[in-house]
C-alpha cells in the first residue's frame, strides 16, 4: 500500500453483495471525515445514497462513486467524481485539483476494501479505470483513463 492506511477504511457491504463474488451492478460509494481522516466505503449492488445524504456530504460533494461494468472487451471501473454545478465548496479548479491528488487512494481503498472479490475473480485485476469528472466548465467536464486498477495496490 501507497497511501491507504487499513485502519482509517471501514468497509461495509450491503445485503445480498458477497465479499468473495461478483454479482453486477457492484457499486462503491466512498466518503470520509475531514477530522479524523477515516474513509467509509460501502459496497453493493446500489450506491448508498443514505452515506451520501448527510448534510456536510451534501454541501462537499466530495463523494466518490464507482462501478464495475461488463462490456464486449472485458470488465472495467468507473469512477464518477462531482466538479461543480448548483451549490458545492471550492471553484472547479481547485476540486479538479484535489480530486486529482486524492484519487490514487481512492482507487486503493476500493482496492483494497474490495480485495476479497480480486482474489477470486482475477480477471478484474486487469480492468481498466475510467473516471468521469461531472462539471458545468467545459475544461473540467470530461473523462480520463487512469490506467489498471492493479496500479493501486
Known amino acids: 500500500m501507497k497511501r491507504l492506511n487499513p485502519d482509517k477504511l471501514h468497509t461495509t457491504f450491503t445485503p445480498g ?7 453486477l451492478p457492484r457499486r462503491y460509494t466512498l466518503t470520509h471525515s475531514d477530522y479524523t481522516g477515516d474513509l467509509y466505503l460501502t459496497i453493493g449492488s446500489d450506491y448508498d445514497m443514505k452515506q451520501c445524504s448527510g448534510l456536510y456530504t451534501r454541501l462537499m460533494r466530495d463523494e466518490v462513486l464507482a462501478e464495475i461494468s461488463k462490456t464486449e472487451e472485458g470488465y472495467i471501473l468507473q469512477v464518477y467524481c462531482y466538479i461543480s ?12 485539483d484535489i480530486f486529482q491528488r486524492e484519487l490514487p487512494l481512492v482507487l486503493e481503498s476500493f482496492r483494497y476494501g474490495d480485495s476479497e472479490l480480486f482474489k477470486n475473480v482475477s480477471e478484474l485485476n486487469s480492468m481498466p479505470v475510467i473516471v468521469y469528472f461531472k ?19
Open 17 to 23: 453483495t458477497f465479499p468473495d463474488r461478483l454479482m
Open 85 to 96: 454545478g448548483g451549490f458545492v465548496f471550492g471553484t472547479a479548479k481547485f476540486r479538479y
Open 135 to 153: 462539471s458545468n466548465k467545459s475544461l473540467y467536464n470530461k473523462s480520463e483513463n487512469w490506467g489498471i486498477i492493479t496500479d493501486y495496490d
